[in-house]
């Protein structure tokens, strides 16, 4: 059997004295995408943190193999690398640094750490505008401030981008459908789904069945106090959509 | 009668002293013999105790024989240059540009130790007389050049009504223990839109000075950009005075310091008439043990109703012994106004960081990606390409020199 992109053994992890996530399992072979659904607090944007490699939290147990190799020991920014692109709920607004720059920047120093060599103006300037194209952004939204003053139908939208851009391996996509009228869903879940690809997982993290409606998951999964509890197909959303969370909490205790 | 206690003094004013005596300027002497440099107890100077920091004073400059290379080089600028207080022959000037020569500093009298020795060592003044609108940024290079020297330079500047400018001072020189003291007077007619910048460049181990005073007429507008970015010690003292109905000032700077350093951009404006406005926009970066001060102060007259005036001092701490320090003073005798002050202070923030991080960009380039976005706010208003990129490649290189 093929390594597959992602794999989460018994992960174990805790904010300052508080456990969030109690052994998390999960494994999502290249080309497959897969859906956690779960209520607010249950840990899912945690995962989606742990696995980016923010700082706050501490590992205490488990592992996360990505193509077969751990990356708990690496930083942000070498996670990206490895090919770990996170979709933020909140995308942050950074005054000062126009996007386009910020685009520039951040595929450059893939490139230039994986010894390849830097884009060309040109280069870049025709990647973004195809990609960019597909997404409705136009380059007057790109010459402004990294997501300053966007809606929020504009920030995700640039996520989504970045996405494109950058190639991933695995793309985690948390809440990607948070604050998106009906038109911009269709727009973003188009721009997810056109990065779909045999090489390539995803990992859509949403509390809502919406979202899997536009971007079809292989497998759903169900995420209560910090673990998954239940695994099936796409109708295991629809059943969720039904009768809600509280069955699950009863499997778990 | 009160007793005044004679102050002991040290060797920088011991040196200042007889100076000043052999200029002739006696009475300044017989203050600095008095009172001594300005300590933390003389409100202005609180935080840059200058009978503390400033240890030694450098013999009166000579003129130089050489130049060092431009510290910053603005394409199509025309360029001026003032050599240890000597000012340099010019190329033809630029339409609009009358250029001359005054004896004499510039600066309006005022109780002020720096204004005081400007007044008493600077011989000669550089005059420009813009008759209409000039194209080209003017750069004025001040130079401290050769052996340690204690240079004294004067500028003044009038802007006809209507005319515009974009003037640039740029102080530099060779590596020795210099201490500058420079002047610029400035005054804008009706409606006339100036820009001035000056970037200090000055070498670690020169201690820089500078007081810009301007008067900005009806309906005038004024933006400012000051740059602290070399000198071990620098301040530099702003002296708007919003003289006419309409007239605006953005006065603005950056105070940029390592360890070691100590910068402070001191304002003390004055809204002098009705319906004046005035937004001054100060921010500071420091690194180390380094030490940024602002301090702002608003004066606004008894009949001067309707100013509309807001002081704001931003800080960056890019390590936990960084200090900065902010001081605003609002000092308001009219009751019809719209005044107010703001301070804060904080590290990178952390979520940007995890942020740009998480993009594949390594940890020192997001750090250096965010502190160029802090300050951006300032260089991006100058509208003249060659300029601001040059702004930008003074901020990038003391990024990089760390």
Same mark, same amino acid.
């Given at each position: 059997?093929?390594?597959?992109?992602?794999?989460?053994?018994?992960?174990?992890?805790?904010?300052?004295?508080?456990?969030?996530?109690?052994?998390?399992?999960?494994?999502?072979?290249?080309?497959?995408?897969?859906?956690?659904?779960?209520?607010?607090?249950?840990?899912?944007?945690?995962?989606?943190?742990?696995?980016?490699?923010?700082?706050?939290?501490?590992?205490?147990?488990?592992?996360?193999?990505?193509?077969?190799?751990?990356?708990?020991?690496?930083?942000?920014?070498?996670?990206?690398?490895?090919?770990?692109?996170?979709?933020?709920?909140?995308?942050?607004?950074?005054?000062?640094?126009? #996007?386009?720059?910020?685009?520039?920047?951040?595929?450059?120093?893939?490139?230039?750490?994986?010894?390849?060599?830097?884009?060309? #103006?040109?280069?870049?300037?025709?990647?973004?505008?195809?990609?960019?194209?597909?997404?409705?952004?136009?380059?007057?939204?790109?010459?402004?401030?990294?997501?300053?003053?966007?809606?929020?139908?504009?920030?995700?939208?640039?996520?989504?981008?970045?996405?494109?851009?950058?190639?991933?391996?695995?793309?985690?996509?948390?809440?990607?459908?948070?604050?998106?009228?009906?038109?911009?869903?269709?727009?973003?879940?188009?721009?997810?789904?056109?990065?779909?690809?045999?090489?390539?997982?995803?990992?859509?993290?949403?509390?809502?069945?919406?979202?899997?409606?536009?971007?079809?998951?292989?497998?759903?999964?169900?995420?209560?106090?910090?673990?998954?509890?239940?695994?099936?197909?796409?109708?295991?959303?629809?059943?969720?959509?039904?009768?809600?969370?509280?069955?699950?909490?009863?499997?778990?205790? | 009668?009160?007793?005044?206690?004679?102050?002991?003094?040290?060797?920088?004013?011991?040196?200042?002293?007889?100076?000043?005596?052999?200029?002739?300027?006696?009475?300044?002497?017989?203050?600095?013999?008095?009172?001594?440099?300005? #300590?933390?107890?003389?409100?202005?100077?609180?935080?840059?105790?200058?009978?503390?920091?400033?240890?030694?004073?450098?013999?009166?400059?000579?003129?130089?024989?050489?130049?060092?290379?431009?510290?910053?080089?603005?394409?199509?600028?025309?360029?001026?240059?003032?050599?240890?207080?000597?000012?340099?022959?010019?190329?033809?000037?630029?339409?609009?540009?009358?250029?001359?020569?005054?004896?004499?500093?510039?600066?309006?009298?005022?109780?002020?130790?720096?204004?005081?020795?400007?007044?008493?060592?600077?011989?000669?003044?550089?005059?420009?007389?813009?008759?209409?609108?000039?194209?080209?940024?003017?750069?004025?290079?001040?130079?401290?050049?050769?052996?340690?020297?204690?240079?004294?330079?004067?500028?003044?500047?009038?802007?006809?009504?209507?005319?515009?400018?974009?003037?640039?001072?740029?102080?530099?020189?060779?590596?020795?223990?210099?201490?500058?003291?420079?002047?610029?007077?400035?005054?804008?007619? $009706?409606?006339?839109?100036?820009?001035?910048?000056?970037?200090?460049?000055?070498?670690?181990?020169?201690?820089?000075?500078?007081?810009?005073?301007?008067?900005?007429?009806?309906?005038?507008?004024?933006?400012?950009?000051?740059?602290?970015?070399?000198?071990?010690?620098?301040?530099?003292?702003?002296?708007?005075?919003?003289?006419?109905?309409?007239?605006?000032?953005?006065?603005?700077?950056?105070?940029?310091?390592?360890?070691?350093?100590?910068?402070?951009?001191?304002?003390?404006?004055?809204?002098?008439?009705?319906?004046?406005?005035?937004?001054?926009?100060?921010?500071?970066?420091?690194?180390?043990?380094?030490?940024?001060?602002?301090?702002?102060?608003?004066?606004?007259?008894?009949?001067?109703?309707?100013?509309?005036? $807001?002081?704001?001092?931003?800080?960056?701490?890019?390590?936990?012994?960084?200090?900065?320090?902010?001081?605003?003073?609002?000092?308001?005798?009219?009751?019809?106004?719209?005044?107010?002050?703001?301070?804060?202070?904080?590290?990178?923030?952390?979520?940007?960081?995890?942020?740009? #991080?998480?993009?594949?960009?390594?940890?020192?380039?997001?750090?250096?990606?965010?502190?160029?976005?802090?300050?951006?706010?300032?260089?991006?208003?100058?509208?003249?390409?060659?300029?601001?990129?040059?702004?930008?490649?003074?901020?990038?290189?003391?990024?990089?020199?760390?």
């Amino acid at each position: 059997m093929t390594t597959p992109i992602l794999e989460i053994r018994n992960l174990h992890a805790r904010i300052e004295e508080r456990e969030i996530l109690k052994g998390v399992n999960l494994t999502i072979p290249a080309g497959q995408v897969h859906a956690i659904m779960g209520r607010n607090g249950s840990g899912k944007s945690t995962l989606s943190y742990v696995l980016a490699g923010k700082e706050d939290y501490e590992i205490t147990e488990g592992e996360i193999l990505l193509n077969g190799e751990n990356i708990l020991e690496m930083d942000p920014a070498e996670r990206a690398v490895a090919g770990i692109f996170l979709a933020f709920q909140y995308p942050i607004e950074i005054p000062g640094v126009a #996007t386009m720059t910020f685009l520039k920047a951040a595929m450059n120093a893939q490139r230039k750490a994986r010894g390849e060599s830097e884009l060309s #103006t040109p280069d870049f300037m025709r990647a973004v505008k195809e990609a960019g194209a597909q997404l409705n952004i136009d380059s007057d939204m790109l010459k402004r401030p990294l997501n300053v003053g966007f809606s929020g139908g504009e920030k995700k939208r640039a996520e989504i981008l970045q996405m494109a851009l950058l190639k991933p391996a695995l793309c985690v996509l948390d809440e990607t459908d948070s604050g998106l009228d009906i038109d911009a869903l269709q727009v973003v879940s188009k721009g997810v789904n056109a990065l779909r690809d045999a090489n390539r997982s995803m990992l859509v993290i949403t509390h809502y069945q919406r979202l899997l409606n536009h971007i079809v998951p292989d497998v759903v999964h169900v995420f209560s106090d910090g673990r998954i509890v239940e695994s099936g197909d796409k109708d295991l959303a629809l059943q969720l959509e039904a009768k809600g969370y509280a069955d699950f909490d009863a499997t778990a205790a | 009668m009160r007793q005044t206690m004679p102050v002991r003094l040290g060797a920088a004013e011991d040196t200042l002293i007889a100076q000043l005596k052999s200029v002739g300027a006696d009475a300044t002497a017989e203050r600095i013999t008095v009172a001594g440099l300005p #300590t933390r107890r003389v409100e202005s100077y609180h935080y840059t105790d200058l009978k503390t920091l400033l240890r030694a004073i450098p013999p009166l400059a000579q003129a130089a024989n050489e130049a060092s290379a431009p510290a910053l080089r603005v394409p199509g600028a025309y360029q001026l240059m003032i050599a240890n207080g000597v000012i340099q022959s010019a190329s033809t000037a630029p339409a609009g540009v009358i250029v001359g020569k005054a004896a004499g500093g510039v600066l309006t009298t005022r109780d002020d130790v720096l204004v005081h020795l400007n007044g008493a060592f600077a011989k000669e003044s550089l005059t420009l007389t813009l008759e209409s609108s000039v194209d080209p940024v003017i750069q004025i290079d001040r130079r401290s050049e050769g052996e340690a020297a204690h240079v004294a330079d004067s500028l003044k500047v009038f802007v006809a009504d209507g005319a515009s400018a974009v003037i640039l001072e740029t102080f530099s020189g060779s590596n020795a223990a210099h201490v500058g003291n420079h002047a610029t007077y400035m005054a804008l007619g $009706k409606n006339a839109v100036v820009t001035h910048i000056t970037v200090d460049l000055s070498p670690r181990a020169a201690a820089h000075f500078a007081s810009n005073e301007y008067h900005i007429g009806e309906g005038a507008k004024l933006r400012t950009l000051v740059i602290h970015a070399g000198a071990g010690l620098s301040r530099t003292q702003l002296f708007p005075r919003y003289e006419g109905a309409g007239a605006h000032g953005d006065i603005t700077g950056l105070n940029l310091v390592v360890d070691g350093q100590h910068a402070d951009i001191t304002m003390d404006a004055s809204h002098a008439v009705p319906h004046t406005s005035s937004q001054p926009l100060f921010k500071s970066v420091a690194r180390g043990r380094g030490k940024a001060v602002v301090q702002g102060k608003l004066v606004v007259a008894r009949d001067a109703q309707k100013t509309d005036a $807001k002081f704001m001092h931003q800080g960056l701490m890019l390590s936990d012994e960084a200090e900065i320090l902010s001081k605003p003073e609002l000092e308001i005798y009219a009751d019809d106004v719209v005044c107010g002050h703001g301070s804060t202070c904080g590290k990178l923030d952390e979520d940007s960081m995890f942020y740009l #991080t998480s993009r594949g960009i390594p940890k020192e380039q997001a750090e250096t990606m965010l502190v160029r976005g802090f300050i951006e706010e300032l260089v991006d208003p100058i509208e003249d390409e060659a300029l601001a990129e040059a702004l930008h490649g003074i901020v990038d290189g003391w990024l990089l020199g760390k």
